[in-house]
C-alpha cells in the first residue's frame, strides 16, 4: 500500500477506536472483543482498551448485580493486564443470547484486536487472523449478520477474509464508520468510474481504428475501379456512396447514409460491392464476359442504375 492507503487505514481504525459505547452491555461486548491477549500496537487501541477498562471498573458493583445475560462473570485470562490500570477482564461473550448493539460492538472489538485492512489501487482486502478453533465460528457470526465471508487455516491460525469492497464498506458502517469511510468509499467510486472511462475509450479507440482502416480500403477499392474504368458501370447508387467517400473520408457509415438520404445498410452494402468488385479486378484484371454479355461477372447482381 502507498503512504496515503496507510494513513488513511490508520485514520479508520483510530476513528473506531475512538467510539465511546453509551450502554454498559456495549463495553462489555467490546472489551470482549478485544480479548485477553490483545497486543496493543496502536495508541488509539490501547488508549480503547484502558478506558473500556476503568468503564467497567467504574461499575464492577452494578454489574455484578446485573449483569447482561450474555456476558459472564467468568474470568478468560490475563485481560487486566492488557487493558491495564486495573481493568477488569474482558468476559466471555454469548454470541446467541445477545442484541445486535452489543454483537456489533463484540465485532468492532475483535476488528480493532485482530482484524488488518488493506486497500490499494485495484482491491480491498479485509481478514481477521484468529485462532484456528474461533474462524469458522466467527465466519458463521458474519454470515448471521447478512456479511458473508471466507475462511481457511494459514500457518496453524485461522484467517476470515473479505475481498469485496462493498462487503468491507458495510461491514465498516455497522461498527461505526464515518468520515473516513466515506474517503474509501469516495476512492472507490472514482476508481469505478476510471474504470467505466477507460472501458469507453478503448472501445471508442478499437471502434475508431476499425473504421480508419475501412475507409483506406473503401478509397484504395474506389481508385482501382475508377482506374479500370468499372466504376463508371456501376449503379448511380453506388458511384453517389463512392464519390461521398472520397469527398469525405473520415465520415462513419451513418453520417454517409445521413448525407445521401439512405439507409445505413445501402451505404454497407454499396461499399462492400466496390471492395469486392477492386478485389476481383486485381486478381482477374479487366472485363470478363458472362454469356457474352461483355459484363463483369459481379455486376450482373448489382441494382440497376437510377
Do not use: Y
Not at 461505526?176 to 472511462?197: C, D, N, P, T
Not at 469527398?247 to 453520417?255: K, S
Not at 461499399?271 to 459484363?295: I, K, W
Amino acid at each position: 500500500m502507498s503512504q496515503a492507503d496507510r494513513d488513511l487505514v490508520a485514520a479508520i481504525r483510530a476513528e473506531l477506536a475512538s467510539i465511546d459505547p453509551a450502554r454498559r452491555c456495549d463495553r462489555l461486548a467490546e472489551s470482549a472483543g478485544l480479548g485477553s491477549d490483545l497486543v496493543m500496537r496502536e495508541a488509539a487501541v490501547a488508549r480503547l482498551a484502558v478506558r473500556l477498562g476503568r468503564a467497567t471498573n467504574a461499575g464492577a458493583a452494578l454489574a455484578s448485580r446485573r449483569r447482561p445475560k450474555h456476558l459472564h462473570a467468568q474470568d478468560e485470562g490475563a485481560g487486566a493486564q492488557a487493558a491495564g490500570d486495573g481493568a477488569l477482564p474482558p468476559s466471555p461473550f454469548d454470541w446467541a443470547t445477545a442484541a445486535l448493539h452489543c454483537r456489533l460492538a463484540w465485532l468492532r472489538g475483535r476488528f480493532l484486536a485482530r482484524g488488518s485492512l488493506s486497500i490499494v489501487t485495484s482491491r480491498t482486502h479485509l481478514e481477521f487472523v484468529v485462532p484456528a478453533a474461533e474462524a469458522p465460528v466467527l465466519a458463521s457470526r458474519l454470515e448471521e449478520m447478512g456479511l458473508s465471508a471466507s475462511w481457511r487455516l494459514r500457518r496453524g491460525r485461522g484467517v476470515v477474509v473479505w475481498k469485496s469492497a462493498e462487503t468491507v464498506s458495510l461491514f465498516l458502517r455497522r461498527i461505526g464508520g464515518g468520515a473516513s469511510l466515506l474517503e474509501i468509499e469516495a476512492r472507490q467510486v472514482s476508481r469505478a468510474l476510471r474504470g467505466e472511462l477507460n472501458r469507453v475509450i478503448n472501445a471508442e479507440s478499437a471502434n475508431l481504428q476499425r473504421s480508419v482502416e475501412a475507409a483506406g480500403r473503401q478509397l484504395a477499392a474506389i481508385s482501382v475501379l475508377e482506374g479500370s474504368g468499372l466504376l463508371g458501370e456501376q449503379s448511380f447508387q453506388v458511384r453517389s456512396v463512392a464519390a461521398a467517400r472520397c469527398e469525405t473520408p473520415e465520415a462513419t457509415l451513418g453520417e454517409l447514409a445521413e448525407r445521401l438520404e439512405v439507409h445505413r445498410s445501402t451505404v454497407q452494402r454499396a461499399l462492400d460491392r466496390l471492395e469486392r468488385l477492386a478485389l476481383l479486378d486485381v486478381v482477374a484484371p479487366g472485363p470478363r464476359a458472362v454469356g457474352g454479355t461483355g459484363q463483369h461477372p459481379l455486376s450482373a447482381d448489382l441494382p440497376a442504375s437510377r
